[in-house]
């Protein structure tokens, strides 16, 4: 029996890749893989997807380092761009392709000693207020320093990113980033690649399907949206978390489980204890009734969750025994369900799995 383990699902991987770029028909591929791919292993999935992608994107340095060790020969975006002006040397070196967000990075490029000139993306800012700026007088500004030196490779590109590609009630406010965006793009002038959409915008926005799209919680086979999971987008969890029942206890009526007594037996039924806590990145913020998958069943979670173990409610006239599998999250119950019971969002989750849980791939 094992406490807690992660199964990674390679083929639920590819299959949703396949189905990303039959949404995208006319636009290149970057695999996201930042965060240890979502929690499902940098170097793995890079591997498994090295095929289907065009390019992987990550947020930091030594991320990119660790795919171009893993022998990953695709581009590579840094989405962030990059910290110290001695970055541009590695950058150059392995051929990364870079964000460039504001002045401080597109001099570094132009001052930098590098022999293979790095492939750079102006990033703006189009609604976000994130990265990038959105005063045309100062992206002019870093568009012409990265104009006039040999170090940055010609056409450059632009990318911005959408903050509420997913918020229905903002619709208006994306069509205005969207806008934002084309008028840049005309306004001064960029005529190399463009690069727009994350998941949201692949799915519902297809105006932001440029000449690159960046697709990172879909891959995962997962929801960027509150209403609905990855299955309704046609897409299949890739990621499985499973523990084990190792204790069951009968409770009467009024009975208090775990600390703070956060949880009061209703009726008499019985409790299983799981194998699984925030300890191994289970949301200790998980409400009473967060659902999980027992023998086929979804019962309710009981009490707080504790670093090792939760419990679950499985109801007066529960059979289970000692041993039996558990599922928390995957491709029989969403991890959607579970992040809206725990107030946060499903990227969380993933990305949150600790060292100490074994990771499987199947
Ligand atoms: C993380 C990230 C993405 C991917 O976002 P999803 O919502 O997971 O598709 C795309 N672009 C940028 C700049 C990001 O930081």
Redesign the pocket.
């Known amino acids: 029996m094992k406490p807690i383990s992660v199964t990674i699902d390679t083929s639920a991987l590819m299959a949703n890749f396949k189905r990303i770029k039959q949404m995208t028909p006319d636009s290149r591929h970057i695999a996201?893989v930042?965060a240890n791919a979502y929690g499902h292993g940098l170097v793995r999935v890079a591997k498994v997807l090295e095929s289907l992608t065009d390019a992987f994107a990550v947020?930091r340095i030594d991320e990119a380092e660790i795919l171009r060790q893993a022998g990953i020969r695709s581009p590579i975006v840094l989405?962030e761009g990059f910290f110290n002006a001695s970055d541009v040397n590695t950058i150059s070196k392995l051929d990364l392709y870079t964000a460039v967000h504001d002045l401080f990075q597109a001099r570094a490029i132009s001052a930098a000693d590098i022999d293979k000139p790095v492939h750079c993306w102006v990033q703006v800012d189009i609604g976000m207020h994130r990265l990038g700026s959105n005063d045309p007088k100062e992206i002019a500004q870093i568009k012409s320093v990265l104009e006039n030196t040999q170090n940055a490779v010609k056409p450059l590109g632009l990318i911005s990113?959408l903050s509420v590609a997913d918020t229905p009630s903002e619709n208006e406010y994306n069509e205005k980033e969207i806008n934002n965006f084309f008028d840049i793009v005309r306004d001064l002038g960029f005529d190399g690649d463009l690069c727009l959409g994350?998941?949201?915008g692949i799915c519902r926005w297809d105006r932001s399907h440029t000449t690159w799209v960046?697709?990172?919680?879909?891959m995962y086979g997962i929801s960027?949206f509150e209403d609905n999971t990855g299955r309704d987008l046609g897409l299949t969890p890739v990621m499985t978390l499973k523990s084990s029942i190792i204790a069951i206890h009968k409770l009467k009526k009024g009975d208090k489980v775990g600390y703070g007594a956060a949880f009061v037996a209703p009726r008499d039924t019985v409790l299983g204890v799981v194998s699984a806590g925030y300890g191994d990145g289970y949301p200790r913020t998980a409400q009473n009734g967060t659902p999980v998958l027992v023998n086929g069943r979804i019962v309710p979670t009981a009490g707080h969750v504790c670093m090792d173990m939760l419990f679950v409610d499985l109801g007066p006239d529960a059979r289970d025994q000692v041993g039996d599998p558990v599922e928390l999250w995957g491709p029989d119950l969403p991890v959607e369900h579970v992040a809206s019971h725990a107030g946060t969002i499903p990227?969380e989750l993933v990305c949150r799995i600790m060292p100490r849980v074994e990771v499987s791939y199947i």
């Open positions: 996201v930042k947020s989405l990113h994350n998941s949201a960046r697709p990172g919680i879909i960027p990227y």
